[in-house]
């Protein structure tokens, strides 16, 4: 396995695309070869708990694979009146980070730079009479569940011919917040509104991967039981290596309904577009594939066509929809690959970690599709050094140059289901859209 320790990365040239993600056109067409029933069509482990040494987010309660899900602590906040609630998932500060046992991304500190909005500004107050617990934090803006979720498939599948997501934020909303007085910036998706019962079916007042919301439990004098969250987790890849993180917020309303996300437009202001690890970045790349394979005994499968026919993505995410747990829990997602991962070897990389992720959607050429080239990738570098050697087989949407599309997604690591991830598979290549010692070499 090479080194990655003399690797700086970043996007060395960014294509520019006006041509919105609804309206990409893609081909559905699968290999035609049909892989035998015994193949593992997601490596790693797929049921029961998963253990705490796999798990990244130590803050995560539990990771429960047979229901596709993983349990997180639960806070409290406030918007005008209104009680809300919401997840801690990364911090700016390593302290900060290590206190609250929450994944340390450093780029979280650049979220505001031209772009005040994009991180919430709030106060913290204790509760009356509060003895042991945490203060309310006090919310500037906050997303509406109230909306229904409404996915339909289109003529070739993807795009969809109908996107609506279930959640939308006001004008005012971002997952990312600071308290007055400190520099430290948190990424705090809000997941509820409002009080138990909460709507865990429909999801009218609960983000669209709410499973179970389970309320602080009232004990006796001394005892303390909070309250925690139980989201629908994702299948992904990084460094070649099976991972599961959650999806909270997209830019865009087409990816925001596919991903059961929250629609936030102002995250596509975030600084900064293709800036990937340069200075003053808050984003990391996210790699989709839009005419991957399909099929869920398909080894090969990846991409949205895959989980919109194979992740039974139009339905309502719930414990009693057992049918789409298992769908993704077996390989029905859209399998995008990461870029950066907090345990990775290389400092640069492992520092390089944020949840922001900027979709580089990838789409095979037809002759890729024709000759059933269009196989599953793992691996940033891979797809990076593929998009600069063949064109002709892997392109951005519609054919444009690989690259951004300034599409924008809050996707928190959660755990890695086989071996840690440490290292990429392969060296990029001089030009493959990342920046290495040979990028200054002419």
Not at 262 to 274: D, E, I, N, Q, S
């Amino acid at each position: 396995m090479p080194t990655k320790r003399t690797l700086r990365r970043g996007l060395a040239t960014v294509a520019t695309l006006t041509v919105p993600l609804t309206v990409f056109a893609i081909s559905t067409s699968t290999a035609s070869s049909v892989p035998a029933a015994s193949d593992q069509i997601i490596p790693g482990q797929t049921d029961g708990t998963l253990p705490r040494d796999k798990i990244v987010l130590e803050s995560a309660v539990t990771v429960d694979l047979n229901q596709h899900s993983a349990t997180l602590p639960l806070h409290q906040g406030v918007f005008n009146g209104k009680t809300v609630w919401y997840v801690i998932t990364e911090a700016s500060d390593e302290g900060a980070a290590s206190d609250l046992n929450v994944n340390f991304a450093p780029k979280l500190a650049n979220m505001g730079n031209n772009c005040s909005a994009c991180v919430q500004d709030l106060t913290l107050t204790a509760p009356a009479g509060n003895k042991f617990g945490e203060g309310i934090a006090h919310f500037q803006g906050i997303p509406d569940f109230s909306p229904t979720r409404v996915l339909k498939q289109g003529p070739n599948v993807f795009p969809p011919a109908v996107a609506k997501p279930g959640g939308v934020g006001d004008d005012r909303y971002s997952p990312f917040i600071r308290f007055k007085g400190s520099t430290t910036a948190y990424n705090a998706p809000i997941v509820a509104t409002g009080h138990a019962p909460f709507d865990v079916i429909h999801h009218s007042d609960t983000a669209d991967r709410v499973l179970k919301i389970n309320p602080a439990k009232k004990a006796g004098p001394g005892e303390y039981y909070a309250p925690s969250v139980q989201l629908l987790i994702i299948n992904g890849f990084d460094s070649g290596q099976p991972i599961i993180y959650i999806s909270t917020e997209a830019s865009d309303a087409a990816t925001a309904t596919l991903e059961r996300a929250t629609y936030v437009p102002l995250l596509a202001k975030t600084p900064f577009r293709g800036g990937d690890d340069f200075l003053g970045s808050a984003r990391e790349r996210i790699f989709t594939f839009v005419n991957g394979q399909h099929g869920l005994n398909n080894p090969e499968a990846q991409g949205l066509t895959h989980l919109i026919l194979d992740g039974r993505a139009s339905e309502d995410a719930n414990l009693k929809n057992q049918k789409l747990i298992s769908a993704l829990r077996l390989g029905g997602d859209s399998l995008n690959v990461q870029g950066d991962f907090p345990t990775l070897k290389d400092p640069h990389r492992k520092f390089a970690y944020s949840p922001l992720w900027e979709a580089q959607f990838a789409q095979w050429t037809d002759k890729a599709v024709a000759r059933g080239l269009n196989t599953r990738q793992t691996d940033e570098f891979q797809i990076l050094n593929l998009a600069k050697r063949r064109p002709d087989l892997l392109t951005g949407p519609e054919g444009v140059p690989f690259g951004s599309t300034n599409v924008l997604i809050n996707c928190p690591v959660i755990a890695f289901t086989a071996k840690m991830p440490t290292e990429d598979l392969v060296v990029p290549l001089p030009g493959a859209q990342v920046e290495t010692r040979a990028s200054f070499q002419h």
